[in-house]
């Protein structure tokens, strides 16, 4: 949130002196830091559970070779726990989840119950089906490592999926950066050799109404263009 927090100020003095050459309307538009938090949280999560997807199919690897390997179920989740440590390091997301498991594990939970919750706190859909049919083969006695390399495999053909379509619109993405920066730099630039010329637009109402109203028509824009972009697979 401290981070959050820097990074409105400085769109937010960038607005103010862009658009308005008003030190009240950076008052003003301190408000406006709740949506931009929103927004930053809602990326973050975004990233959390692009990052906590490809963890769990290495995870899910690692439990499937631990099976293998003769361990219980529930012996194998604890190694592949360990495994995660080593591989990802203590504060990964996949590792922190283990260490819950595996903690709930030795106060002699269901492990079906603790991978559900696991799932339902994670709201990814591979890991939810991944539970679901979990669950069912614990209950049932299923092949629980024909099922683990089930899971796995969907999983990776999603992520390579996604990484073919990050790559075909990766231009895209740089091409938004730069169309985001445009406007200001135009503006700073005009108002550094035609000051005369754009002055107009300033401390005046008819200049404030038609600047907000581009910059509205330019938030809307950099809305659209974010939801075109982050695809859900």
């Known amino acids: 949130m401290i981070k959050v927090l820097f990074e409105w100020l400085g769109i937010d003095a960038l607005i103010s002196y862009v658009f308005y050459k008003s030190y009240i309307a950076f008052f003003i538009l301190m ?80 492990i079906e119950a603790v991978i559900k919750d696991f799932a339902r706190r994670s709201e990814i859909e591979d890991i939810n089906d991944f539970a679901a049919v979990f669950e069912s083969a614990k209950r049932i006695g ?33 091409e938004l950066k730069i169309m985001i920066a445009v406007p200001f730099c135009i503006l700073l630039y005009l108002q550094a050799s035609s000051a005369d010329f754009i002055s107009v637009l300033y401390h005046n109402t008819v200049g404030q109404i038609v600047m907000s109203t581009a910059l509205i028509i330019y938030l809307c824009g950099i809305f659209l263009a974010e939801r075109i972009i982050n695809i859900e697979v």
């Open 31 to 110: 408000p406006a830091m709740v949506l931009y938090a929103r927004f930053r949280y809602k990326s973050w999560q975004r990233d959390k559970r692009s990052q906590l997807t490809l963890q769990f199919r290495e995870s899910i690897l690692a439990v499937n070779t631990a099976l293998n390997a003769g361990y219980s179920v529930e012996n194998a989740f604890i190694e592949a726990y360990n495994d995660m440590d080593k591989m990802y390091g203590a504060d990964a997301p996949i590792t922190i989840e283990y260490r819950t498991i595996v903690l709930r594990l030795r106060d002699n939970e269901q």
């Open 142 to 174: 299923g092949d629980m490592s024909a099922i683990i390399k089930r899971a796995a495999s969907n999983i990776s053909e999603k992520i390579d999926v996604k990484r073919e379509i990050e790559t075909s619109i990766s231009s895209k993405k740089l």
